[in-house]
């Protein structure tokens, strides 16, 4: 006899659209959105965020970015200063974060290889209550391109709840599809629709397949129903906003069905984050360089070097970090340019939003986690100051910082994943870091 938990199960997980509508339905019914427009961007870069790559030479105290001459690594944001913001001196002890912190480097608890999230991340916190999108939360995760096409979707950064990733997706031809396929052109729009017409014809079939299951296996083989439902709940919506879609949709062309290096689909995985930020699609978009793991390829900005290894070398003063850090600083000005280029208000999209620059593991490979080092870009409707260097002095974790963006989209919390008897130990405050506000 045919397991249907075991063939559903696969069909299911093994669709980018599965992935993406589980996102949707964890958020669909959430009543506390904040009314005005704003956006909230990580960028995760793995094996380590240096102090010596990010702080200034010399500077070891609060004070104003002004004048300041950036490290080598970040040398592209020097004419962004003043709308930077520098954070140093913020701890992740607790994180866990030798290797990779996985889902505690967003989530602010103990993480680690193979280790299921132990509450949600920040990045789906912030989800839940900024403004509501037909896809709340994206995650988009830049590895090398055998592991991105091997494994089009992997989870380990962001969450939802305890034992509940959120899948990143790798593969900017899958995601390309789902999300734009109802306003693509020749042949992915013939694919899309026949997938679309398969998908209603499955979850027709799968909801009259209950007859002769046990009703132990009732609960389980329903909710594989609903991942069905869910699916096609969300390409309905994406239909539906196809004149959105159609205005911002990225141009489908070569570095997605041809490339050469891996940068070329970490460039199209950029693209699509762009568009859905711009048409609306969503307003929480999580990047994972590395795939929030610890390998990782950039042959395509000349390093041969890959993943661990590079956690083993010096950061500022290597010319192969220069290169990859420097990459990251071209996708975040691109971020930033985009997002200027569409108005919103009186202003434009990037006035309502806020860019964290920063690692899932600390400082470096091998780390205690001591100092957790940030860039922010922007200031989220003005919120948070900008042209500063902050200076913390290790009392203080991440958490805080997490608590922090909440209190910013209007939703306070005196600590974010940390309960009263581990903030003795982790926590020298309370509440937001008022340093960080205008």
């Known amino acids: 006899m045919i397991n249907r938990r075991t063939m ?13 509508a589980s996102s949707v339905l964890a958020n669909e019914n959430n009543s506390n959105a904040t009314a005005k427009p704003k956006r909230v961007i990580f960028f995760l870069q793995n094996n380590g965020f240096n102090v010596a790559a990010c702080v200034p030479k010399g500077m070891n105290k609060s004070t104003s970015l002004y004048g300041a001459k950036l490290p080598e690594s970040i040398k592209p944001l020097q004419p962004y200063l003043d709308k930077m913001h520098i954070i140093n001196g913020l701890h992740g002890k607790h994180c866990a974060p030798t290797h990779s912190a996985y889902f505690g480097a967003l989530g602010g608890y103990s993480g680690g290889e193979l280790r299921p999230p132990l ?56 995601l390309y599809r789902t999300l734009f396929g109802s306003v693509a052109n020749g042949d992915i729009k013939k694919r899309y629709k026949t997938k679309s017409t398969l998908l209603r014809d499955v979850e027709i079939l799968a909801a009259n397949g209950r007859e002769g299951l046990a009703p132990s296996d009732l609960v389980l083989y329903d909710s594989y129903v609903n991942g069905f439902s869910n699916i ?83 950061q500022e003063g290597n010319e192969i970090w220069h290169k990859i850090r420097q990459y990251n600083c071209r996708m975040l000005i691109k971020l930033m340019k985009e997002l200027e280029s569409v108005p919103e208000g009186n202003g434009t999209m990037m006035d309502n939003t806020l860019i964290v620059y920063t690692s899932n593991n600390a400082d470096k490979q091998h780390t205690n986690g001591s100092t957790w080092p940030m860039i922010l870009l922007g200031n989220l409707g003005g919120q948070f100051k900008t042209g500063r260097f902050t200076q913390f002095d290790g009392t203080r974790p991440i958490n805080a910082f997490y608590a922090s963006l909440l209190h910013a989209v209007g939703a306070p919390c005196e600590r974010y994943n940390m309960d009263e008897s581990s903030a003795k130990k982790l926590d020298s405050g309370t509440g937001p870091l008022k340093e960080l506000f205008t």
Not at 121 to 137: F, R
Request: charged fraction near 15%.
């Open 232 to 314: 096609n709940n969300l390409r309905g919506k994406l239909d539906a906003y196809s004149q959105q879609l159609k205005k911002y949709q990225p141009e489908y062309s070569d570095k997605y069905t041809s490339p050469k290096f891996e940068t070329d689909w970490h460039d199209a995985l950029l693209d699509i984050g762009i568009a859905s930020l711009k048409s609306g699609l969503t307003n929480t978009l999580t990047i994972a360089s590395g795939r929030g793991d610890v390998w990782g390829s950039w042959k395509g900005v000349g390093v041969e070097t890959t993943g661990h290894f590079l956690g083993h070398m010096t």
């Open 119 to 174: 509450a949600e991340t920040i990045d789906y916190s912030l989800s839940k209550v900024m403004p509501q999108t037909i896809l709340p939360q994206l995650c988009l995760g830049m590895g090398d391109l055998s592991s991105m096409e091997s494994q089009p979707t992997v989870a380990n950064i962001s969450a939802s709840g305890a034992a509940k990733p959120i899948y990143m997706h790798c593969n900017p031809n899958h």
């Open 8 to 20: 559903l199960n696969g069909v299911i997980t093994g669709s980018v659209g599965a992935s993406l």
